[in-house]
């Protein structure tokens, strides 16, 4: 207990040293945080897939509509409980520059589309009003927050995929299930786009983007995908069926680059936190040999001393490590908010927290290793002779 | 005023070493972050850019994002290539493409995973329109047959895309006749061949985009509003080649910048306290020199001055160090799928004087934040109670 005391001594006797030394922990935990979460919010939709969805695309790119007769020998596959079908619109709102106008937009069937997605959240009644306009369409809560639509609003956009402008009227808002749900989404009436290309672009053909596929049970993902592939692979539009988990997989895959270098850069961040903390930590000690000396001769053991030195670095390293960990909370709503739309689900995770704390003991502990190694090895006589 | 000499300043930090190192390596870790981050949005607008030839104009549907959700028919490709503006070639034929870019998917050597690779149907201007792109292994494709040309990226990072290798894409076989090296542009991130072949494989009726050369490099603002008051090309809209490529690196480069100037920001922080911790022990070890120096007859400004000097040297020296970390990172190449064109596009980090002039600066401003307290501390000392300091 006393020992404790007499560390606790220590870490006030230079207070703006190991204040400083705590708030430059806390900030590099905090970006440690920070990128980590970031990475979490690139991986929500593979986290986010339902486990038993699958989803239908041309084997040859996504980009590849895929023809709408589909549907009814998709239907008939054994294991297939609910087929629907989806088409990604594009389209400009307001100012392309700004990253708040751009959300997923799909052109969805409305009577089958929430069936499949039972984590898209709306009342019955919007989704009547929905199933029954065709300019209608259904937007998600973070959305509508963003840009303050309300039900009845008018949005209007002008196509980019789909020539022309474009208007809906907001007849729902859906909240998502869970927190790893995805509230930025705007959906519409496949129909309305079919007939108005129909008008717009004569000649044109409308097909399905995707088809989304729900099996009774996980175990029959495997048989469904080459049942369905089977089906079309000598047709015009092959296609390529996998579950909504990999669908989701294969877009993080196409940023992994980025991935992997914030990858390192949070590696990079507990180099910076070791060398912040070694600095105080061997300055202390250079500072306080004569002090050890002294405690030696009094019969102070070199592991008790250790200890200090020990004690030292990981109460500092802690107190930074827990500071930063409250510092990450506002941070990342701050950066949610600057780039809204990139990350439609942005979450703390409690193994983020874990690992940043674990991050800042580890570096307390290296920091803490050659001063306190020093301090046992040194002789009595040297250390009282030293002049700090 | 007396100067404190510069040696006096150089000898201080020699004399700790170890603290002197710790700090110079936490401000280099920041740096060589700062630096990496611009370097790779650098790398990114440069390769797209460059993509881009400053007489070259590309024909896309009004209001279309990029070339894969563009619609133009051969109505518009036709009273182009009779317009006096596109320039003429060999045998006075319009130096015109008529182009239509798909997206397929193929396997990378790396991971085995799917990656979405641009596929490009140019005309046979194509070559003689685009100066940039030599073919370096193999021979042009044949117009009217089903041979593709490969750039050196996909070639590089893309399985079975050898010389001779057949790609299936568009329910037929395609056989790789050429490698092309486009000097690093988004070009070597794509696949061409016959845009004729190309829609018919894919069934489809219309081009993605046109491309001509300008008759008069500096008649383009002339050209469009002539083209623009033409009934036939109101649902067309015609943009420089540089801009539009511009366009099109915008959203990465931005993401990548705000990213990466968020998180340095915060770095910063840390190097900066870090500085700060060594300049406050600094001043403190030698409170009974400062004193000394103070009754030589220097000055409190000389003293302020001396240190914040100090700083600034611990600062641009791990600056430089970062710096010269972040240049090592120019030999490698990173690809990525940017969402404005749905494909892979292989780029660089590219160093630039701009760059090292930012991030030492950056430097510097760490080293002024950091050691402008502590400094403040040694030059308010006062000189009776600093001399008896023990």
Redesign the interface.
Known sequence: MKLLRLVFKNLFRHR??TA??M??IA??V??FG??RT?VGAWNAGVTGAAANRMITRH??????PIPLPYRSEIVRVPGVTGVSWANWF?G?YGD??D?KNFWPRFAVDPETYFDLYPEFQLPPDQLAAFKKERNACVIGRKLAQQHGFKLGDVITM????Y?GRWQWVVRGIYTGRDPSTDETQMFFQFAYLFEQVRQREP?RPVDAGFYVLRVGSPDALARVASAVDSQFVNS?A?TKTESEKEFQQ?FV??????IT??QV?SV??V???L??L???I??SVRERTREYAVLKTLGFSGRQLAGFVLGEALVISLSGGVLGLLLTFP?VKG?AK??PT?FPVINVAPITMALGIGAALLAGLAAAAIPANRVVRMPIVIGLRTV? | MMRIPFSYIWRSLWARRLTTALTVGGVALVVFVFAGVLMLARGLEATLVETGSPDNVIVLRRSATSELSSQVDRGTADVLEAESGVARGMEGRPLLSREVVLVIDLYKKKSNALGNVSIRGVSARAMELRRGVHIVQGQPFQFGTHEVVVGKSIASQFKGVTLGAQLAFGGDRWTVVGIADAGGTAFDSEIWGDVDQFMQAFGRPVYSSLSFRLANPGGFDQLKTRLQADPRMQYVELKHERDYYQEQSKTLATFIRTLGIVVTTIFSFGAMIGAMITMYAAVANRTVEVGTLRALGFRRRSVLGAFLIESVVLALVGGALGVALAAFLSFARISVVNFQSFSEIGFGFALSPGIVRSALIFAVVMGVIGGFLPAVRAARLNIVNALRAS
């Open positions: 703006l040293r400083l030394t708030l430059g900030t590099a905090m970006a920070l990128i970031i084997r040859v790119s996504l980009i590849f594009g400009v392309p520059n990253f002008e196509g980019d995929i020539a000649g015009r092959p294969s895959q196409m940023s992994s680059a980025i270098s914030l850069i990079v961040i180099a910076i936190i060398l912040v070694a600095n105080t061997v300055m941070i950066f600057a780039l990139f700090g």
